[in-house]
């Protein structure tokens, strides 16, 4: 199978599972390809998390995703070492950065030293926690979410890490022959999980 019938073959795929989005589906598989970072900016509720799943099980992807909230820390994200009193060392264990695709899920609603904690990983492709650097999985994306400015407890992201993605969209809400396909037909998580 040559590469563009496989090309469409997945995007036919993603397509079944995100109805009526063939556009946006198609930037967000461009983006991944070209080796760049996603930001999908949109209201609660149009399939920003289920396109993200939909995304890194298409292509057979190690999946990972954080709620980014208030209190959430950047050893959180990155991972933190602990001292085990077996090895009598300190061991590094990893946090859920360390996988092909991120999903930062309302990035906007954790503090901007929060958000800071993924422009190395975004720009390098790597980590440095506690003086070591440790590289991140390839390919390594990260899908964000942000919701609207307007709504309460969100954070702008600063110019440095909008910078870090190569595309923003936005889903929408879906049109009418859309909706009436996604009530009739399956819950879009259990396709993914088949």
Do not use: W
Not at 101 to 122: F, G
């Amino acid at each position: 199978m040559d590469v563009a019938a496989k090309l469409a073959s997945l995007l036919g795929q993603l397509n079944t599972v995100i109805v009526g989005k063939e556009a946006q589906v198609r930037d967000c598989v461009a983006c991944l390809l070209a080796g760049g970072h996603l930001l999908i900016e949109d209201v609660p509720g149009v399939g920003k998390t289920t396109l993200a799943h939909a995304l890194s099980h298409t292509f057979g992807l190690q999946f990972s995703r954080v709620q980014f909230t208030a209190d959430l820390m950047p050893g959180d994200l990155s991972g933190v070492a602990i001292y085990d009193r077996g090895q009598q060392a300190f061991v590094f264990h990893p946090g859920p950065i360390f996988a092909q695709v991120l999903l930062a899920d309302e990035i906007n609603r954790a503090s901007p030293k929060t958000q800071s904690a993924l422009l190395e990983a975004m720009e390098e492709k790597q980590v440095t926690v506690e003086g070591e650097t440790r590289p991140l999985p390839s390919p390594f994306f990260v899908i964000a979410t942000q919701n609207p400015h307007d709504q309460l407890g969100t954070f702008a992201l600063p110019e440095s890490q909008l910078d870090r993605f190569l595309m923003r969209i936005s889903l929408g809400y879906p049109d009418r022959a859309a909706e009436r396909e996604l009530l009739a037909g399956a819950d879009r998580r259990e396709m993914l999980a088949g």
